[in-house]
């Protein structure tokens, strides 16, 4: 069993920055792909970004390819995003989640993939 708690998020102006932090229990994070996934109020949750157990292998949404990074501390059981260049149509909850499957580059973005969940965190970005 992962629990995953989600930190960082807050109110930002347009153009602004945050680092998101997922924080994962357990003693076998460093073998979890993790990802990011978001939902604004009245969507649906949408994929963000996804890294690899060794972190060598990530996959962004187009949305965000070239504003947000992803990357992880196997050491301290963390993984962040990094959310440059903020837009107010980045403004949503965003989540963590893990799983311990073996992913294509393909499947990284399918959030019925994923078994563990955090609460998520709330991004506001006024313009």
């Known amino acids: 069993q992962v629990q995953l708690t989600e930190s960082g998020g807050g109110l930002v102006q347009a153009g602004g920055s945050l680092r998101l932090s997922c924080a994962a229990s357990g003693r076998t994070f460093s073998s979890y792909s993790m990802s990011w996934f978001r939902q604004a109020p009245g969507s649906e949750r949408e994929f963000v970004a996804a890294i690899g157990p060794g972190g060598r292998g990530t996959r962004f949404a187009d949305s965000v390819s070239g504003r947000f990074t992803i990357s992880r501390d196997n050491a301290q059981n963390t993984a962040y995003l990094q959310l440059n260049s903020l837009k107010p149509e980045d403004t949503a909850v965003y989540y963590c989640?893990?799983?311990?499957?073996?992913?294509?580059?393909?499947?990284?973005?399918?959030?019925?993939?994923?078994?563990?969940w955090g609460q998520g965190t709330q991004v506001i970005v006024s313009s």
């Open positions: 989640a893990a799983t311990g499957r073996a992913l294509t580059w393909i499947l990284m973005s399918s959030s019925a993939i994923y078994d563990y």
